[in-house]
């Protein structure tokens, strides 16, 4: 009972703003009421009614009952009238200008949808895309060594819309890597397969341009690349492999520039479990500290999962020579206090990003064959980035201004 | 693996608004065909479409194209703006990352224009967001970046009177790109029976063998080729080449004289002079349409006609959407009617007139010059309202056995919607005695600005 009363006390009083003119407007009713009473009294005391009329007037009625019960039913009225308008929004209009959004006649438009760039590879940007609903334009820049129609064929396949592919070049380069057994592989031979790299991770990598007939050819960077990054609210890195997605794009001189140059925030969305043959041991901090090596910049912020993993699945993982990407206690350790946000707190920083930590991914069930033996497939719980999940956390980033 | 071969829009479809505000510049009759279905013919195979937003459920492939890319296949793209194409079959055969470009044409600024790129997937992601967006100057800047530039010569339309000025020459071009197409012999190679059909210069006169040709008619081929689809030439018909008459038409009793195109599904009589009417329109009692542009379902009532030369003879000037009026520097040239344009009996129009999408015009012995887009009314116009303008659309479009789809529907309310600043100042369509009001005065301020916000967005390049 207490809080259906608060409940219409919060209502009533966010009409405060109204009870002048409302009461004006009562005011107004009960003069028109009063007028055309006396025009009806006027009127049945000089014309002859028919019969009905007596009932309909309630004349069986005293005068005093009649009065109690016509207030009565006013009063009732009214009550339900104002309950129903406290129900609509009604936001008094506030002259003073918000960092969110401007005035406009009649209501507050919202802050503009943001314009987001990403750096990630063919699963990440589907995960991705649907944060393009929420964006103003979202361009998505492909790994520089991948034919950029794979990603146009497989958004087409889901009719996304607002979501732009672009290839950084003008033509694709290989990418090589070097892992910690001292051998150099194309980082396209799917290192993260062979259960013989499992154990290692990569300790170097470098970018071979095209060779022609001319000799090798400089990787000028896309107009529509440069723009994108230059124009962007938001960098998203990842989700997907570090050294397979992110990482071979920060090779290029000029879009690390670009990156950097950049007021957009950047956002590094961490591996959910290390790689094997890439990333094996990496942590939170190792992830990072990779993108500062390539890149020559810290990400803003850094998403980390931190939804606990179900044992069964960290067992088939670890199987696979894959661990979970957590945070370490000493990482813990490494706090600041941080200005920029409306409320000042303290925040965990690793390799100079913000962490966040929070509930990114969920476990699906994924069909496994190899080409080998294609009859042999089997259904396996895997753990994935889920897009509703990690849209929202990058939302309420950009939202935090 | 084929190229994807993709048409495109760029800057210069502005020129040609509003005869393109229902339909992109690629789909624009000149000669034989427009420039999709000629890169189409050229190659033997469907050809995609990259065009506004509004038009690209209808025309193009959706308003987010980016199936266009998902081959690994080069990409080819072709300036829709392009007349005959004879440099397409070397393009497909150049290196890849090779790029066409020409002169604009007399009196543009531009030093060259995108005719044409045959690109990497790679490259076609870099420059397709601006061909998504009609920028066809910033698409050759960054091309010019990473690809072989080659000037071509290549004949573009630039402005709406290019349709007419080329149309007769152009059907001489796509001549043999068509009987390539579609083999028919000339009636040289295949007589008709019939001696009452008088033909001149047979070598230049094709029949299709499903055309009814009513004698007594003449086919005269001297001037230019005469190309006859599966249509009806009905008696006391004359047509003089270079001239076509497109599959479904119906020739009553009617001179069509040279440098003549008639599109599909088309009803004419009367007297037509130098002409394109783009298909599915009807002209089909007498009166003059000289050196003019029809659009799809345009129905002109019977003695409708236009002038197409001034007492002057000075050269006639045509009111062009973002430039005003522009002097074509041509002598003959008569009016101009976009898609869905409807003209009672005995309207005349003036040289250069230009009558905007959809409008309904009546009751006038001489219409104005330039009429926008969803205009309804004679002496008093007004807006023409669209549930109105649909319902016709859609009568008209079932008499010939076609349905208004959803998409050109919603097309038809966007173009309305997207015009309505063109329509400022007139009667207010359901309310006649609110003009002259506080409130209609109010609401035409507010027309006039968004009108001329829009122009100050977008403003013209060319002069």
């Given at each position: 009972m207490l809080d259906v009363m608060r409940v219409i006390f919060k209502r009533l009083s966010s009409l405060a703003h109204l009870s002048r003119p409302l009461a004006l407007t009562s005011v107004g009713v009960v003069l028109f009421a009063l007028g055309l009473a006396?025009?009806?009294?006027?009127?049945?005391?000089?014309?002859?009614?028919?019969?009905?009329?007596?009932?309909?007037?309630?004349?069986?009625?005293?005068?005093?009952?009649?009065?109690?019960?016509?207030?009565?039913?006013?009063?009732?009225?009214?009550?339900?009238?104002i309950w129903q308008l406290s129900g609509v929004a009604?936001?008094?209009?506030?002259?003073?200008?918000?960092?969110?959004?401007?005035?406009?006649?009649?209501?507050?438009?919202?802050?503009?949808?943001?314009?987001?760039?990403?750096?990630?590879?063919?699963?990440?940007?589907?995960?991705?895309?649907?944060?393009?609903?929420?964006?103003?334009?979202?361009?998505?820049?492909?790994?520089?060594?991948d034919p950029v129609e794979y990603y146009y064929r497989a958004s087409s396949l889901f009719r996304f819309e607002n979501v732009y592919y672009v290839a950084p070049t003008g033509s694709m380069a290989q990418v090589e890597v070097e892992l910690s057994n001292g051998q150099r592989y194309d980082i396209r031979q799917g290192l993260a397969h062979n259960q013989e790299l499992a154990p290692y991770h990569?300790?170097?990598?470098?970018?071979?341009?095209?060779?022609?007939?001319?000799?090798?050819?400089?990787?000028?960077?896309?107009?529509?690349?440069?723009?994108?990054l230059a124009e962007a609210d938001a960098i998203i890195l990842g989700p997907g492999s570090l050294f397979e997605s992110i990482l071979p794009n920060l090779l290029i001189p000029e879009l690390r520039e670009a990156i950097k140059a950049s007021r957009a925030r950047k956002i590094y969305v961490c591996n959910l479990m290390t790689e094997p043959g890439l990333t094996t041991g990496f942590g939170v901090a190792e992830h990072l500290s990779q993108i500062r090596t390539y890149g020559g910049f810290s990400p803003d912020y850094v998403l980390v999962n931190a939804q606990r993993i179900e044992p069964e699945v960290q067992q088939m993982y670890l199987a696979a020579h894959q661990s979970p990407v957590y945070l370490s206690p000493e990482e813990y350790e490494e706090t600041s206090v941080s200005a920029t946000d409306r409320v000042t707190r303290r925040q965990i920083l690793v390799e100079g990003a913000v962490v966040i930590e929070a509930d990114l991914a969920s476990s699906q069930l994924q069909l496994t064959a190899s080409l080998d033996r294609p009859g042999e497939g089997r259904t396996v719980r895997v753990l994935r980035h889920d897009p509703d999940k990690l849209a929202a956390a990058i939302l309420e980033i950009l939202r935090r201004g | 693996m084929n190229d994807?071969?993709?048409?495109?829009?760029?800057?210069?479809?502005?020129?040609?608004?509003?005869?393109?505000?229902?339909?992109?510049?690629?789909?624009?009759?000149?000669?034989?065909?427009?420039?999709?279905?000629?890169?189409?013919?050229?190659?033997?195979?469907?050809?995609?479409?990259?065009?506004?937003?509004?038009?690209?459920?209808?025309?193009?492939?959706?308003?987010?194209?980016?199936?266009?890319?998902?081959?690994?296949?080069?990409?080819?793209?072709?300036?829709g703006r392009a007349l005959d194409m004879p440099w397409l079959p070397e393009l497909l055969n150049e290196p890849i990352n090779t790029v066409y470009v020409a002169d604009p044409g007399p009196g543009l600024l531009a030093a060259h224009v995108l005719v044409g790129a045959r690109i990497s997937p790679s490259l076609a992601s870099a420059v397709l967001f601006d061909l998504m967006h009609q920028r066809g100057e910033a698409a050759l800047i960054e091309l010019r970046r990473f690809a072989r530039v080659v000037e071509v010569d290549a004949r573009l339309l630039n402005f709406p009177w290019d349709i007419i000025t080329n149309n007769g020459e152009q059907i001489s071009r796509d001549l043999s790109v068509f009987l390539k197409q579609h083999g028919w012999p000339s009636l040289a190679e295949r007589p008709l029976d019939d001696p009452h059909v008088v033909v001149r210069n047979p070598s230049q006169v094709f029949v299709h063998p499903d055309a009814k040709l009513d004698s007594p008619i003449v086919l005269d081929g001297r001037d230019g080729p005469v190309v006859v689809d599966a249509a009806q030439i009905e008696p006391f018909s004359f047509i003089q080449g270079p001239a076509a008459i497109g599959p479904g038409s119906t020739i009553s009793r009617a001179r069509i004289l040279a440098e003549t195109t008639i599109g599909a599904v088309c009803r004419i009589g009367g007297e037509v002079e130098a002409s394109v009417v783009q298909g599915y329109s009807n002209k089909h009692h007498d009166g003059f349409l000289g050196h003019s542009?029809?659009?799809?379902?345009?129905?002109?009532?019977?003695?409708?006609?236009?002038?197409?030369?001034?007492?002057?003879?000075?050269?006639?000037?045509?009111?062009?959407?973002?430039?005003?009026?522009?002097?074509?520097?041509?002598?003959?040239?008569?009016?101009?009617?976009?898609?869905?344009?409807?003209?009672?009996?005995?309207?005349?129009?003036?040289?250069?007139?230009?009558?905007?999408?959809?409008?309904?015009?009546?009751?006038?012995?001489?219409?104005?010059?330039?009429?926008?887009?969803?205009?309804?009314?004679?002496?008093?116009?007004?807006?023409?309202?669209?549930?109105?303008?649909?319902?016709?659309?859609?009568?008209?479009?079932?008499r010939r056995k076609i349905v208004l789809s959803q998409e050109q529907e919603a097309m038809l309310r966007e173009v309305f919607a997207l015009t309505r600043g063109s329509r400022a100042g007139m009667v207010e369509p359901t309310n006649e005695r609110a003009v002259g009001g506080a409130a209609s005065s109010n609401a035409d301020a507010l027309a006039r600005a968004e009108a001329?916000?829009?122009l100050a967005f977008e403003p013209p390049r060319r002069v």
């Open positions: 006396y025009f009806f009294i006027a009127l049945y005391r000089t014309v002859e009614m028919p019969g009905f009329v007596y009932y309909l007037t309630l004349q069986f009625l005293p005068r005093w009952s009649r009065g109690i019960l016509l207030m009565g039913l006013g009063l009732a009225t009214l009550v339900i009238g009604v936001i008094p209009l506030s002259t003073a200008p918000t960092n969110t959004g401007e005035l406009v006649v009649g209501f507050q438009s919202t802050a503009a949808p943001p314009r987001i760039a990403v750096l990630s590879g063919g699963p990440g940007m589907l995960i991705l895309a649907s944060l393009g609903r929420h964006a103003s334009s979202m361009t998505c820049i492909t790994p520089v060594q990569v300790v170097g990598m470098r970018l071979i341009p095209p060779q022609t007939a001319e000799g090798t050819q400089p990787l000028l960077v896309t107009r529509h690349t440069l723009d994108a | 994807t071969v993709i048409v495109f829009e760029d800057e210069g479809f502005r020129s040609f608004l509003p005869l393109v505000y229902t339909r992109p510049v690629f789909e624009l009759r000149c000669g034989l065909y427009t420039a999709r279905e000629r890169a189409a013919a050229q190659l033997g195979r469907p050809v995609a479409g990259l065009c506004r937003s509004h038009l690209a459920n209808v025309y193009g492939a959706g308003r987010w194209p980016l199936s266009l890319l998902a081959e690994s296949a080069p990409v080819t793209f072709v300036n542009y029809l659009g799809e379902w345009v129905n002109i009532g019977a003695m409708t006609t236009n002038s197409d030369l001034k007492n002057t003879y000075g050269t006639i000037r045509m009111a062009i959407e973002g430039l005003g009026q522009v002097d074509s520097g041509v002598l003959k040239l008569g009016c101009f009617l976009s898609d869905h344009v409807k003209l009672g009996i005995g309207v005349h129009l003036n040289g250069g007139a230009v009558i905007g999408t959809g409008s309904n015009i009546f009751g006038v012995h001489f219409a104005p010059k330039t009429i926008p887009p969803f205009t309804w009314g004679g002496e008093v116009f007004r807006e023409y309202r669209i549930d109105g303008m649909i319902d016709v659309a859609r009568k008209v479009m079932g001329e916000a829009i």
